[in-house]
């Protein structure tokens, strides 16, 4: 079986510049997660969907970052306009209901 | 506000040998998940093991185990001959049954030495 997807795996930019990271849960998951890795924060939770609705964006540091699940197979993260403090690996996971939570391969992103 | 507490930055252990990773976390909730999830240089997060709260018996799966002590709000982890495989980062992990809010640890960079 697939596991989550992610696009892109690397992502370089400058700054003002809008990014957009991609996810495909695995399919039949009802649970979607988006969280960032930093060294100084380490693994944070920044939004969660159930059944494509957002639950939980208290995570979400500011308005410049978005979130949108438009239906059960894809989500999108986005950021504009982009800094360089958004530096940092960006997953994305799914889950069957409150379960185990399985990750993607991430996406590094670098922000000039 | 849960926390989760990995007291070991670094840890080292020789190839066939074994290894115990210690985390421990704070909670008033009864009901709950705990996770090991391994991270290697590739960055992926894979899941290492799962323990719910109301089972007493400790996971196990190969040769990873776990040492559950609920009252102590322990969850420490044992790697029983070590494989150069097993280096990584590795991220204890605390989730409430009644959502899905998962907090991490600041995780434990285990090298296995050949």
């Known amino acids: 079986d697939a596991g989550v997807i992610q696009s892109p795996r690397h992502e370089v930019t400058e700054m003002g510049q809008e990014v957009t990271l991609r996810c495909k849960p695995i399919?039949?998951?009802?649970?979607l997660f988006w969280y960032r890795q930093t060294m100084m924060r380490g693994l944070e939770l920044l939004i969660y969907?159930?059944?494509?609705?957002?639950?939980?964006d208290s995570g979400m540091p500011e308005d410049r970052f978005s979130a949108k699940m438009p239906n059960a197979s894809f989500s999108t993260l986005k950021i504009q306009p982009s800094e360089p403090r958004d530096s940092a690996v960006y997953f994305c996971?799914?889950?069957?209901?409150?379960?185990?939570?399985?990750f993607g391969p991430g996406t590094r992103l670098l922000v000039l | 506000a849960q926390t989760v507490t990995q007291s070991q930055p670094e840890m080292s252990v020789q190839e066939a040998e074994t290894v115990t990773l210690s985390c421990t976390y704070d909670?008033?909730?009864?009901?709950?998940?705990l996770f090991w999830y391994k991270q290697p240089p590739s960055r992926q997060m894979i899941l290492v093991i799962r323990q719910e709260a109301y089972k007493q018996q400790n996971a196990t799966e190969n040769r990873f185990s776990v040492n559950f002590q609920k009252a102590a709000k322990s969850f420490s982890l044992k790697i029983s001959d070590s494989q150069l495989g097993d280096t990584a980062m590795y991220f204890c992990a605390f989730m409430k049954r009644r959502n899905n809010d998962m907090r991490f640890g600041a995780g434990t960079r285990l090298t296995v030495k050949p």
């Open positions: 399919s039949g998951h009802d649970y």
């Open positions: 969907f159930n059944n494509n609705v957002p639950i939980d």
């Open positions: 909670t008033s909730e009864n009901n709950y998940y």
């Open positions: 996971a799914s889950s069957f209901s409150i379960e185990t939570q399985y």
